[in-house]
């Protein structure tokens, strides 16, 4: 077991030097300065992993590859994104870096209404608040058929909710939704993120299961191939949000994921945190 810290480059106000020095020895990070799907060049690889290793710390661990939307939407132009993917999980065995993290969340990835939501401990933490994130989705980002993803409770709740909300807690929730998550590969606006979302009008679980197969069959034997070993994240949270599909959230899923290719590159991240969300996700069975 290795105590790992995740880390956002150069950019991140949580520095090397503070990582080692809370007595982590790993880094989980990515390139995350491209996110277009193009590969990873390997000298961008070996200079991040030197930047590391610098501060006497090991990139152990890589989180995200980003899967391209064309990918998950099964478009024409997968075959291409497919490609410069496996380019990357190359590049990287070549540096030495095996262990690689990606997810199959459309859209938008880990989902949080509150990054610094207060404890009674005094410290912070982040937090889903379920009627804060209705309460956006149906009456500010005013998403086509919202209403229907949720009970009439729910939906008297969430216009209570935004009635009590400031015009600056309902933008702050709106940056942390869609405008500005760490993880997030792309910013959207209001606009932005309908156009998105109208890209899987036509994708249920269904269509976007057998997307993940496809990717599965074609990323999972070149990292058997060279050594690396894929585990793919739950969704985050692991139902739907923005009346998205989401494939990656159960027991069942992860079962059809390992059974889809059966190889000892096709492995899962058994996050705790994400699978534990559903009461139906028995975690020690």
Not at 221 to 232: D, F, K, Q, S
Request: proline share 5%; hydrophobic share 40%; aromatic share 10%.
């Amino acid at each position: 077991m290795e105590q790992c810290w995740r880390w956002y480059g150069p950019d991140d106000p949580v520095t090397l030097d503070h990582i080692k020095q809370a007595g982590a020895t790993g880094i989980v990070t990515a390139l995350h300065n491209i996110y277009d799907g193009s590969a990873w060049p390997l000298d961008t690889i070996l200079e991040r992993k030197r930047i590391i290793e610098a501060a006497g710390l090991t990139w152990s661990v890589v989180e995200s590859i980003p899967v391209h939307n064309s990918i998950k939407i099964g478009a024409a132009e997968r075959q291409r994104y497919a490609g410069w993917y496996k380019d990357t999980i190359r590049a990287l065995a070549k540096a030495g870096i095996s262990t690689i993290c990606y997810n199959f969340m459309p859209v938008v990835d880990w989902t949080r209404t509150d990054l610094m939501y207060r404890l009674p401990t005094t410290g912070y933490a982040l937090r889903f608040d379920a009627i804060d994130f209705a309460a956006y989705d149906v009456f500010v980002l005013k998403r086509k058929n919202a209403e229907a993803s949720y009970s009439p409770a729910r939906l008297k709740e969430a216009e209570a909710r935004l009635k009590s909300l400031s015009d600056e807690q309902i933008e702050k929730v709106e940056r942390n939704l869609i405008a500005g998550l760490p993880a997030t590969e792309r910013k959207y606006n209001r606009d932005t993120m309908r156009d998105a979302l109208a890209d899987y009008d036509a994708i249920g679980p269904a269509e976007l299961r057998a997307n993940l197969a496809w990717f599965l069959s074609e990323i999972i034997p070149v990292a058997e191939e060279v050594g690396a070993r894929m585990c793919i994240h739950p969704d985050d949270p692991p139902f739907s949000l923005f009346g998205l599909p989401r494939v990656v959230s159960t027991a069942a899923d992860a079962r059809f994921i390992l059974e889809t290719v059966d190889s000892p590159a096709n492995g899962l991240t058994f996050c705790t945190g994400s699978y534990g969300v559903r009461a139906d996700n028995d975690l020690v069975a």
